[in-house]
């Protein structure tokens, strides 16, 4: 349940920082991009859409993205996202807790993107 929160209100702040934030309007502005987050049994899922400087965001598994990030569990998703380590990401990845699925750029463009929003 709290991943599942935790995603939707990421959805909402991005949302929100792509009309009020200027330095994340202009990191996303040009940009085209499908992040799927996600569990390994696609029980609990978020696919976060970029277009051109508008974000918007669906509950779900959709097969369509550029990027899935597929957590072993949602306790590991809540867990790594929620992380003041700059390497959780890259922990998780390497104890395989976390898969990368698609374009890898979009999964760093991703974590990028939301360390100006929340920085």
Known sequence: MRFTLLLFALGQILKVASITSK???HYI???DARVLIKTKDNQR???FVFNKGKVSS???N??????ALI????ATGFSVLTS???DASFNAAAEGKLKV???SFFAQWFEDGTKIILS
């Open 58 to 60: 669906m509950a779900g």
């Open 45 to 47: 899922a978020r696919l």
């Open 84 to 86: 003041k380590k700059k």
């Open 101 to 103: 699925a698609g374009m």
């Open 71 to 74: 957590f072993k569990d949602a």
């Open 29 to 31: 502005r040009n940009t």
């Open 23 to 25: 330095p994340f309007k």
């Open 62 to 67: 959709h097969e369509t993205f550029d990027v």
